[in-house]
């Protein structure tokens, strides 16, 4: 690789080398600062430049003796013959490892039991700074063991879906791992969702068992679950038993013969439970995620690709050794709290924190407070959160230690330079690489980061793709486009942990992900790629918007909108936003005869929030007497983007509209507002 810009060696401090970075920022692009691995990391760590470009050689010359390999990093009950069998074209599917048994609740329990029984597998920290709790690998193993035992009781067995909206209490943990014990397929729902979205998740997987808590509690506030599950239930008929955590002790109601208190269930049950033997291709979760179109979509993954994917990415990007304590920020809602809060960590025997608050709670030093309280060394978290916490200024930073960091992580949108910049000299001291993980809920795990011991880092870019993945930036006709240059980014093979189909319909699996470029994996992402081979992320390239790095289908934001009895017609888009990356903004046609009014623009939030949850508020509506519209009435998404984002230079061609001033009125409009 070319090392370019060295004038930031000239600096030897690492924190005046990053400041002089940040001023240098502002006035060029930023590929042309490099950030080479820290001598000292480099001396210590898993993979080296060199290992990485082996390791990478042979995983895409030679990808069944590579991941048969690396697959006997967990324990297997019959061993494998056959490592994959993959189709991108025609009768889609993909397996790996397809006649291995396994459990995945045993690869993260049992097998550390011997070693590491006594080590703390989960710290948990409270939503209050004044409770945390350690828990042992041991004591673990028998809090799942009782579930396990207490659903089989209920009569819950292997196949059945498991729907779980839970706040961050390690019972969130617990339940995901009974479930993969007994083989269950669990569905979680993150608690900030409302009770028709956790209705429509649990319909659409036909979930007989629902596990929740009797109110969450996040910044000091209660978040009312069994209030909104009771309301699902109304019209979810499929599940015949909930289990209650008790966290608050808040006034709820129980249903006789369908509700019962976890606690109750797990003190009667047996501590000691035989792990069920699932095939490697049994599924092992679903997790309902955005697309551009219709409602969200089971993403199924499956049990042991998926384990070895995760576990080894975990290893690896975070450099993780024996003895780290790792702290991923994310909830276990999203896939990166499936992925790198629970199964990777858990299956290499780390200690990984859970934490239930939220960063700016009692105050904006919490993060760092927690970092010091548990002696974090390494920590993953998402743009949105550095950006937030980067508009309080270094103080709050500044009063903390931070000394045990060793590495930070990002994830969930593309991070800008400003704030990549922060997080390296403010939070890590300019002593700490940062991994800029990309991924997705379908990948599993990390598909592009640097491995922090290989890849010299560049603020923006995500870099390079991890053993066994093979980018390809493609032009919108599908044509490879080679060295460096602009596209869009498929991936041309398969990889251990990629989602397996659409939980119910497969045809829509390979609609989504197969149909746009035939034969190659479709990420609906953006992507550019320099003259040094690194990735930049550019963002969606279809409907879906990212707002605070969760993701949100824009015609989801639509039919909660049309739903209310004086909305007409509306369109939704994203547009620049300095803390959420995107923010939502819609354009609003009402009904004949209804007022444009603040109550109305108020009531109209209110509303998507109740429909959706408050991640789906609009930060903007226009009222819009038209929308701008093709003469076969599609609208003109293109065009809003740019009025949303206060680009009126660039509107491109409007002459193919059924009505040009549409245009102009929104344009007008806008303009006024800002
Ligand atoms: C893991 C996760 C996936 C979408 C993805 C992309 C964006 C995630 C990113 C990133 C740039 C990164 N994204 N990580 N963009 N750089 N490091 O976030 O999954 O919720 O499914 O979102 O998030 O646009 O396509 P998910």
Redesign the pocket.
């Known amino acids: 690789m070319r090392r370019r810009a060295d004038r930031g060696a000239a600096l030897a401090d690492p924190r005046e080398r990053a400041r002089a970075a940040i001023r240098e920022a502002s006035v060029t692009t930023t590929d042309n600062t490099l950030f080479p691995v820290p001598a000292d990391f480099a001396k210590s760590a898993l993979i080296n430049d060199d290992t990485y470009q082996k390791w990478y050689d042979r995983s895409i010359t030679d990808p069944e003796g590579f991941w048969g390999e690396h697959a006997k990093r967990i324990d297997w009950i019959r061993p494998f013959t056959k490592v994959k069998d993959v189709s991108f074209t025609g009768d889609v599917h993909i397996k790996w490892f397809e006649d291995g048994t396994l459990n995945v609740a045993a690869n993260c329990l049992d097998r550390h039991l011997d070693e590491r029984g006594d080590q703390t597998a989960i710290i948990w920290e409270g939503d209050s700074p004044d409770e945390s709790e350690h828990i042992t690998y041991r004591d673990l193993h028998e809090r799942v063991c009782r579930l396990a035992n207490a659903m089989e009781g209920l009569g819950i067995k292997k196949g059945d879906r498991v729907t779980i909206y839970l706040p961050m209490i390690p019972e969130a943990a617990v339940a995901m791992l009974a479930c993969a014990r007994i083989g269950a397929i669990h569905s979680i729902v993150f608690g900030g969702f409302s009770p028709d979205s956790l209705a429509g998740r649990i319909q659409d997987c036909d979930s007989n068992v629902l596990i929740t808590a009797d109110e969450g509690l996040r910044g000091g506030r209660k978040v009312p679950l069994k209030v909104n599950a009771d309301k699902a239930l109304e019209t979810s008929w499929s599940v015949k038993h909930v289990i209650v955590v008790k966290r608050t002790g808040g006034d709820i109601h129980m249903v006789s013969g369908r509700d019962y208190w976890y606690h109750d269930l797990v003190a009667k049950a047996s501590p000691e439970h035989k792990p069920a033997e699932q095939n490697a291709e049994d599924p092992l979760f679903i997790l309902y995620?955005s697309g551009s179109t219709g409602k969200p979509k089971g993403v199924l993954h499956t049990t042991g690709g998926y384990l070895v994917y995760a576990a080894m990415t975990h290893q690896y990007v975070f450099d993780y050794h024996e003895g780290d304590v790792y702290w991923c920020t994310a909830d276990v809602g999203?896939?990166?709290g499936h992925s790198y809060i629970v199964y990777g960590p858990l299956a290499n025997g780390a200690t990984t924190l859970m934490f239930e608050g939220i960063p700016n709670y009692p105050d904006s030093s919490r993060f760092w407070q927690v970092v010091d309280k548990h002696k974090v060394n390494i920590f993953y978290t998402a743009p949105t959160a550095i950006r937030a916490l980067m508009r309080e200024g270094e103080g709050p930073v500044k009063k903390t230690s931070r000394q045990s960091l060793r590495l930070l992580g990002?994830?969930?949108?593309?991070?800008n330079p400003e704030a990549w910049l922060w997080y390296h000299s403010v939070v890590g001291d300019g002593r700490c690489p940062i991994v800029?993980?990309?991924?997705?809920?379908?990948t599993g795990g990390i598909l592009i980061s640097p491995l922090p011991g290989a890849t010299a880092l560049k603020p923006g870019s995500?870099t390079k793709p991890f053993f066994g993945v093979k980018p390809m930036i493609v032009d919108a006709a599908g044509g490879e486009l080679t060295g460096a240059t602009e596209g869009n980014l498929c991936i041309t093979d398969a990889w251990p942990g990629m989602m397996r189909t659409v939980y119910g319909d497969h045809e829509r699996f390979v609609q989504t992900y197969f149909s746009t470029y035939r034969g190659y994996y479709f990420?609906?992402?953006g992507c550019r790629r320099d003259e040094d081979g690194y990735y930049w992320?550019t963002?969606?390239v279809d409907d879906?918007i990212?707002v605070s790095?969760?993701?949100m289908g824009t015609a989801e934001v639509e039919s909660a909108l049309v739903a209310h009895p004086k909305v007409a017609e509306a369109a939704v888009v994203g547009y620049p936003h300095d803390i959420k990356g995107q923010g939502i903004y819609a354009y609003v046609t009402l009904v004949n005869g209804v007022h444009p009014s603040e109550d109305l623009r108020k009531e109209l939030v209110g509303w998507v929030r109740k429909e959706i949850g408050p991640i789906a508020s609009p930060d903007l509506i226009q009222w819009a007497p038209g929308l701008p519209k093709t003469r076969s009435g599609k609208i003109m998404r293109r065009i809003l983007r740019k009025i949303a984002a206060n680009e009126y230079d660039a509107l491109g061609d409007i002459s193919t509209l059924a009505d040009p001033t549409v245009v102009e009125d929104l344009v007008d409009n806008r303009m006024n507002r800002v």
């Open positions: 995620t999203w896939v990166t990002s994830v969930g949108e593309p991070i800029d993980t990309w991924w997705q809920t379908e995500a990420t609906g992402d992320i963002g969606r879906v990212n790095g969760h993701r």
